[in-house]
């Protein structure tokens, strides 16, 4: 049994044309006997992290190693060694072959390893009975329940005793009851010295983890006052990948929003002016910058929190925010506004002039009446005109 170290690691790949980066500078070391959880919606990279310790996934730069084992240096020959020696794979959708029994999906990885079959049979019964599954081993999996299922995977993965486990969402499929039997079987798992690496988005399984590595960091819930910044004309305010917690409004200048694209070129997405604002989405939904962003003459923006950002333009909603589309403003602006208005009203009233009551004998003006040229009814000449 060894450690597992990740140094610097870097996934870069290409999805509609652009570049992607799951991981990106990743660093992690797991002492043998340990329970590490990776913690994080669907799209963060928990997958990807767990195909590049399995092998089954070159990463783009940095080192991964298990004990004295630099898996980023082995060929295809030493990494299917590696695969087949070293890693047990436990699949979100257990993967077992629907024809075959319990028994004989566990007894699959043995007889690849050229297990004799009496050999094989012999080492799969007895983890099927581990599992707690010794009266289900002539079953297929059709006529298993999802717990079931999930740990004659477990078995299957663990056939040649390797020192590193790797389970993807374990739990994803099953109820409660299943949950608290394959529960129990993972964190026996790391009780053999093993190190065992779980990918989910699954909360309730925490308790079991000696390291919980959140995918995807949580942002201080503190506020703070909005950050004023000005730019040299090409200074780049944040990147494509990075993690930030503000909203930028445009107060001077044009700022471009470019994106990078797979072989190394940029594409210009938009650029926002005076007025304009951008990079709600991440802080939104923590989630990585999606766009670089770089002053396209001197510029002067303002970065909000998400609290702030609220607070400056109003209570709006979040599609309202996401779409762009024109955003009421808070009651302050709003009142200062009608403040405004009444008292150009009042200037106006107080400079228009009085018409003249001499020409009325009982001094009543068309105003005081409710008589104006608008109201009066139309007579038979008017309709004329």
Not at 270 to 295: D, H
Not at 309 to 337: M, Q, S, V, W, Y
Not at 358 to 369: I, L, M, N, S, Y
Request: glycine share 8%; charged share 30%.
């Amino acid at each position: 049994m060894g450690d597992l170290r990740i140094k610097d690691l870097v996934v870069e790949y290409s999805s509609g044309g652009y570049a992607v980066r799951p991981i990106d500078g990743l660093g992690l070391e797991v002492a043998a006997g340990s329970l590490v959880i990776l913690l994080g919606p669907s799209g963060c990279g928990k997958t990807t992290l767990l195909s590049c310790l399995g092998g089954i996934l070159s990463p783009t730069s940095g080192r991964i190693e298990f004990g004295d084992v630099d898996v980023t240096a082995l060929d295809r020959r030493a990494l299917a060694r590696y695969r087949q020696e070293t890693v047990g794979i436990v699949f979100q959708a257990f993967n077992l072959v629907a024809s075959l029994t319990a028994l004989e999906n566990v007894m699959v990885p043995l007889r690849a390893a050229g297990r004799s079959r009496r050999a094989a049979r012999q080492r799969a019964t007895e983890l099927l009975e581990r599992v707690g599954l010794a009266d289900r081993m002539q079953h297929r999996p059709g006529d298993l329940s999802g717990g079931q299922q999930q740990r004659v995977a477990v078995a299957r993965a663990i056939a040649l005793d390797p020192p590193l486990i790797l389970a993807d969402e374990p739990t994803a499929h099953l109820d409660f009851i299943q949950v608290e039997e394959v529960l129990r079987l993972i964190r026996e798992l790391a009780a053999d010295d093993r190190v065992v690496v779980v990918a989910t988005h699954d909360t309730r399984i925490l308790p079991l983890a000696d390291r919980v590595v959140e995918m995807v960091p949580h942002f201080s819930s503190v506020d703070r006052p909005p950050q004023t910044l000005r730019l040299d004309p090409g200074e780049v305010l944040f990147e494509q990948g990075t993690i930030g917690d503000l909203i930028y409004m445009v107060d001077d200048g044009e700022l471009e929003i470019v994106r990078e694209l797979a072989d190394g070129d940029e594409e210009v997405v938009t650029v926002a002016t005076v007025g304009e604002y951008f990079g709600e989405i991440g802080p939104l939904f923590a989630l990585p910058r999606s766009a670089t962003v770089r002053a396209g003459t001197a510029a002067t923006v303002t970065g909000y929190t998400v609290q702030a950002f609220r607070e400056r333009l109003g209570n709006f909603a979040l599609r309202d925010l996401i779409e762009h589309r024109d955003l009421e403003p808070t009651e302050d602006t709003k009142d200062t506004k009608d403040t405004e208005e009444d008292t150009e009203d009042t200037e106006n009233t107080e400079e228009k002039p009085a018409e003249n009551p001499e020409e009325d004998p009982a001094g009543d003006t068309a105003e005081d009446t409710g008589d104006t040229a608008e109201d009066t009814p139309d007579t038979p000449d008017n309709e004329a005109d």
